[in-house]
């Protein structure tokens, strides 16, 4: 009886992990071989091709004294600090429009859902056509108003702007989606209690909203802050980096260095600094995510 | 036994994992143009649609000429050209041969991952070839790959906006090319003449095309390597000239200010939107300029200092080292550095031939073939010893430097003597490892 009990679990178990290998097998294969492998290619130093050179933490000293890694870490925290809380409130605000009984309110949330569809790379060259600075459509559009064109490709903050406005439009669409998703979720009733309580519009979005969508915030601060940690395609094709690495961040500086340089020991090295900023704010995350479980 | 649910999910489980593995690229797939025989080479290479019919021709001759021999041609995107290249290098699994641009050749040939072809070509082999265009393949004395074309860098111009501007005497012989003064004078005729947001011409130095600027060093006769191809030379009088005078086209507007070389604004571009009244380019435009552009344009010599100079542009082709079948190899690259095949190929890619019998003769482009001599002429002032500097196995990380550098120095507002300091430090840093 126990042995068949006994024999009867150790197949449950097979079964499970046999259901589990899939993902376990390509986690391992594309995630873990390649995290540990890239931890031991930043230890080296390398051509490009054939076995590196193990140089200790040499790698790891030059990022130090590095002027473009230190800008490009500087533009990647700026770039996720204006991006994450703007796309947020944007799509927030947006989404709360689009949830009220506005005509043709169908046909709006398509179009912000639109530019989800389009690929990186394909909304950077919708970029590059806007913001070029001789033959785009925006500083068309600012000399017929009598306003001066903006030098978007040679001027450092310019460019850096219009990386971001791009990204803005592609990201906007996505959070007004979750908190549209989270909006509908919320009891009207609540809302009404609110009105009879003589609470204002602007009260009942602060006190009644902005809370009731906090698992949808917190689940977009997460998303649009590993995004924004990992951008390149837009700043690739958009700016490549420049003007004077104006635009450089640290997955396109890792990209150049791995790629145009050869050197792939220092992009490794480059990674594994992006890897403990990424684990960093995780923990920081997790431990506010713990101390709002215990408040609530 | 009895095949119930769980037996039959699990079963199922391990019979679609290797077709999930093989559908992500990770088992091998046995069919493809990698497949080869032993008579069977394959060929990567990238290419605009006139490169690669010329390619598919020549392939076709030469497996006429070869009964039994296969050239499995598999043409990429260049985007992806060389990503994809350098990991087949890197997993023992490269191509038999691919095609290579000159100043990219050096990093391959010097770090072991090409065929040394000097056993296996016929001797005399070299003689077919100017000395440039042999000396671009050379590492270490050896041949590593056999130059294949060259493209060069040549002044194409908006006829009527240089009419209006009052710049009539346009050059029509190498010798009476524009000096840099007479050059920086016409510009400035340009500047005058155009709007605020017009200019009067691109450098098509943006990217790796950055080796293009050493045209400007080589015209005052100068080097970025000393003859060792190892010791930085550029800090220079000769580099304080050409650092000076490329500063100064920024800082007096005559380019505009997104065409510096980490834009991702390419110079041709410009001169399409007519942005700019003048464009340095390549051969290679001439087929696309013909059908898309709406106004008369022509071309001539880049401008000269000391001596008149310009980059070696273009591709070579080579032989892996692992290649399964060297001397198949060996024979095809000969077969398509033979006359017939490289004067069609160039006639219809607009390309400039490498051999020492058609850059004399001549060649006649099937588009605008009354440009072809401007271009052959021009090409004809790269001497081999600055093409040698550029296959230096260096060279990728000499292009890195070149880039920071000369960004800061046009457009960052760095001074000569700092931007030459950074590119002799760079070089020497990149030489060293």
Redesign the interface.
């Known amino acids: 009886m126990t042995s068949s009990r006994a024999r009867l679990s150790r ?1 449950e178990s ?2 499970g992990y ?2 589990v ?2 993902n376990l ?2 986690l391992t ?2 995630v873990l071989v390649p995290l540990v492998w890239a931890v031991v290619i930043s230890f080296q ?1 390398t ?4 076995a590196g050179r193990f140089i200790g933490l040499d790698n790891y000293a030059r990022l130090a004294t590095d002027p ?1 890694f230190w800008r490009s870490t500087a533009n990647t925290v700026l770039f996720t600090v204006i991006v994450t809380p703007v796309s947020m409130a944007l799509g927030l605000g947006i989404a709360v429009l689009l949830n009220s009984v506005l005509p043709a309110r169908g046909v709006f949330r398509s179009i912000m859902i639109v530019p989800m569809a389009i690929s990186g790379v394909a909304t950077a060259l919708i970029g ?1 056509l806007v913001f ?4 785009g459509i925006l500083d068309k559009l600012l000399r017929s108003i009598g306003l001066p ?1 903006v ?1 978007w ?2 001027g450092g903050t310019a460019a850096f702007a219009s990386v971001l406005l791009v990204t803005l439009w592609w990201r906007v669409g996505f959070n007004m989606l979750i908190y549209l998703a989270g909006l509908q979720a919320i009891n009207l009733e609540l809302y009404e209690a609110a009105r009879l309580d003589g609470a204002s519009g602007w009260q009942r979005f602060r006190y009644l909203t902005v809370p009731l969508v906090g698992p949808s915030s917190f689940f977009l601060l997460i998303l649009n802050v590993v995004y924004s940690f990992q951008v390149f395609d837009i700043v690739f ?8 690495n104006a635009t450089s961040v640290l997955v396109t500086y890792a990209y ?1 260095n791995g ?5 792939q020991g220092y992009a490794a090295a480059i990674g594994m600094f992006l890897l403990a900023l990424t684990l960093l704010f995780t923990l920081i995350r997790w431990r506010t995510s713990r101390t709002r479980d215990l408040v609530e | 036994m009895e095949l119930d649910r769980r037996h039959f999910l699990t079963a199922a489980g391990a019979l679609t994992l290797p077709a999930v593995l093989a559908g992500c690229g990770f088992a091998p797939s046995s069919s493809g143009p990698a497949a080869s025989g032993t008579d069977t080479l394959s060929f990567t290479t990238w290419g605009t649609d006139a490169e690669l019919a010329g390619f598919r021709t020549a392939i076709a001759a030469f497996e006429k000429a070869n009964a039994g021999s296969k050239v499995a041609l598999n043409a990429v995107p260049y985007a992806q050209m060389f990503t994809n290249i350098d990991a087949q290098l890197q997993a023992g699994n490269p191509p038999d041969i691919f095609r290579v641009p000159y100043y990219t050749f050096g990093s391959y040939a010097g770090r072991g991952q090409l065929l040394d072809l000097s056993p296996k070509l016929p001797s005399g082999f070299s003689d077919r070839f100017t000395p440039q265009a042999w000396a671009a393949v050379q590492n270490k004395g050896k041949p590593f790959g056999v130059p294949h074309h060259t493209d060069t860098t040549v002044i194409l111009y908006n006829k009527a906006l240089l009419t209006k501007a009052g710049v009539t005497d346009i050059p029509t012989s190498l010798d009476q090319a524009w000096t840099w003064q007479q050059f920086e004078n016409v510009a400035q005729q340009l500047r005058k003449s155009l709007p605020a947001d017009r200019y009067p011409f691109a450098y098509n130095w943006q990217g790796n095309g950055v080796t293009r600027w050493l045209s400007w060093l080589f015209e005052v006769d100068g080097r970025f390597l000393a003859e060792d191809l190892v010791t930085p030379a550029i800090d220079s009088d000769a580099g304080r000239k050409a650092v000076d005078f490329t500063k100064s086209f920024f800082a007096n507007k005559l380019v505009p200010q997104n065409s510096s070389v980490k834009s991702t604004k390419l110079a041709a571009d410009l001169w399409y939107a007519q942005t700019t009244a003048m464009n340095f380019g390549g051969a290679f435009l001439i087929p696309d300029a013909a059908t898309s552009l709406d106004f008369e344009w022509g071309a001539t010599y880049s401008p000269r200092n000391v001596r008149s100079a310009s980059d070696f542009g273009g591709n070579a082709l080579v032989a892996t080292a692992k290649t399964k079948n060297p001397d198949l190899a060996a024979k095809f690259l000969d077969f398509m550095t033979g006359a017939e095949q490289m004067k069609g190929f160039c006639e219809g890619a607009s390309l400039l031939p490498t051999r020492r019998d058609l850059s004399k003769d001549g060649i006649t482009f099937k588009v605008r073939p009354e440009l072809s001599p401007v271009f052959l002429g021009q090409a004809s002032t790269v001497l081999p010893r600055d093409s040698g500097q550029v296959a230096s196995p260096s060279m990728s990380k000499i292009i890195t430097v070149l880039k920071d550098q000369l960004e800061q120095a046009f457009v960052g507002g760095q001074d000569t003597a700092t931007t030459l300091k950074g590119i002799s430090d760079g070089i020497a840093q990149a030489t060293a490892s």
């Open positions: 197949r097979l079964t046999a259901f290998a899939p097998v390509l294969v594309f130093q051509n490009g091709f054939g473009v590059v070029d600075q001789d033959t064109a030098n490709q040679s094709v958009m700016t490549g980096g420049g003007p004077e150049d790629f145009v340089t050869g050197d």
